[in-house]
């Protein structure tokens, strides 16, 4: 399985990003699909994820702003950063994982940089 992020960089404040994240060697429609973060000095956090019925789910600190859709047909699982702010500056991460399965797939982050 490999899970490649892609789209970040240097964006002012209230701007807007578009992340894509293309799975391989795996059954991408039967896995959710998930994008988390990691600020410099801090720990990984779940931002979201797409399920393998559809069903988007988002952490309050994105809800509003930011928005998950996948293309089965493609593999490919996308985060739209809308409103961005100087605290959203991270590395982003997806993964992938089966329902009712505890191994996840990471893929190598994708910086995205807000500046004030």
């Known amino acids: 399985v490999q899970l490649q992020a892609s789209g970040g960089g240097l964006v002012q404040a209230g701007g807007s990003l578009r992340l894509s994240c293309a799975a391989s060697?795996?059954?991408?429609?039967?896995?959710?699909m998930g994008w988390y973060r990691q600020a410099p000095g801090k720990e990984r956090g779940w931002l979201g994820e797409?399920?393998?019925?559809?069903?988007?789910a988002y952490a309050d600190s994105v809800k509003g702003r930011f928005t998950i859709s996948r293309d089965n047909a493609r593999n490919t699982v996308y985060l739209q950063m809308d409103s961005l702010k100087p605290e959203d500056t991270a590395v982003y991460y997806c993964?992938?994982?089966?329902?009712?399965?505890?191994?996840?797939?990471w893929g190598r982050g994708t910086l995205v940089t807000v500046s004030s």
């Open positions: 993964a992938a994982h089966r329902r009712g399965h505890s191994e996840y797939f």
């Open positions: 060697g795996m059954h991408f429609s039967i896995h959710t």
């Open positions: 797409s399920t393998d019925g559809g069903e988007n």
